[in-house]
């Protein structure tokens, strides 16, 4: 695929068509903080949610999910279980899923399996830039859920992860970055607002999840789910006056962004 600008914006304009047609149901393997909200995001876009999260039903789900999430933010023994269970099943059923390797890097629980669930070798492990160092086994992570580290940093980084398991990382910062080793995508829209809204980072990892069930070009699906999501923020920063009115403007921009929004706004390079 010739990867230019013009045929990424019109594949991402298809690809939010195609996830609004067939509403791809996305199991979410997340942290307690951000369940709402990750839920919210995918029915705003069109997609379908559900947080099958506990051991015995994440396997048996997985296999019949469109796509799946497997987020590090809050991994209690019983989710830890639940999450290997999904991602067996997922391998097995080839559906595929996202890595979400929160605050790894100095934590000594999720760190180990953040490891364990790189080498299982998910579709997509997107993170901030601290995070994608981490995981790749280097540095010490960032501040908590807070990157320490810039995305010019971790892009290197990014396309060796890429190139060792054989997937798609992106990196979530000013500028998104999104690699498969082999070609490197940025994309340059998103708002700061984005950033003081719990869960802003989180829900975006399902919505990639939503975008790789429609297609199997992985780095074409996340670029676009990178675009929709960060287009649909700058709509929604537009509309706010600060983190309270943003988050529920974010999740009315969802709904409403079309291919006009992205044909306009879209900086993808």
């Given at each position: 695929?010739?990867r ?8 991402t304009?298809?690809a ?6 067939h ?25 379908s949610a ?13 296999r ?8 590090l933010g ?5 989710s830890?279980?639940?999450?290997l ?10 559906t ?7 605050a ?5 629980v ?6 364990t669930?790189?080498?299982?070798r998910?579709?997509?492990v ?5 995070e994608i160092?981490a995981?790749?086994g ?14 010019d940093e971790a ?21 998104d970055?999104?690699t498969d080793g082999r070609d490197?995508?940025?994309?340059a829209n ?17 919505v990639m999840?939503?975008?790789?069930a429609?297609d199997d ?9 990178a675009?929709v999501?960060?287009?649909a ?6 509309r706010?006056?600060g983190?309270?009115s ?7 921009a969802?709904?409403a ?10 900086a993808?390079?």
């Amino acid at each position: 695929m010739l990867r230019t600008p013009k045929n990424l914006t019109d594949f991402t304009c298809s690809a939010l068509d195609e996830v609004r047609d067939h509403a791809p149901l996305v199991q979410c393997i997340t942290n307690s903080v951000v369940v709402n909200f990750t839920a919210n995001a995918l029915l705003a876009l069109g997609a379908s949610a559900a947080m099958v999260d506990i051991p015995d039903e994440a396997g048996p789900f997985a296999r019949v999910a469109s796509g799946l999430l497997v987020n590090l933010g809050t991994p209690a023994a019983e989710s830890r279980e639940a999450m290997l269970e999904a991602v067996a099943a997922a391998n097995d059923a080839k559906t595929p899923w996202v890595l979400d390797p929160v605050a790894v890097g100095s934590l000594p629980v999720r760190t180990p399996l953040g490891y364990t669930l790189r080498d299982l070798r998910p579709s997509i492990v997107r993170g901030n830039a601290s995070e994608i160092i981490a995981a790749m086994g280097s540095g010490s992570g960032g501040r908590g859920v807070d990157a320490s580290d810039g995305v010019d940093e971790a892009e290197p980084v990014a396309r060796a992860l890429a190139a060792k398991t054989g997937r798609v990382v992106a990196i979530s910062g000013p500028v998104d970055v999104v690699t498969d080793g082999r070609d490197t995508i940025r994309i340059a829209n998103g708002d700061a607002l984005l950033t003081k809204v719990t869960g802003g980072g989180c829900a975006l990892g399902a919505v990639m999840a939503a975008f790789a069930a429609v297609d199997d070009d992985r780095l074409a699906t996340t670029v676009a789910a990178a675009t929709v999501y960060t287009v649909a923020a700058e709509l929604a920063a537009s509309r706010s006056v600060g983190p309270g009115s943003f988050a529920a403007n974010f999740l009315d921009a969802l709904a409403a962004v079309d291919a006009d929004d992205i044909r306009r706004m879209a900086a993808i390079a």
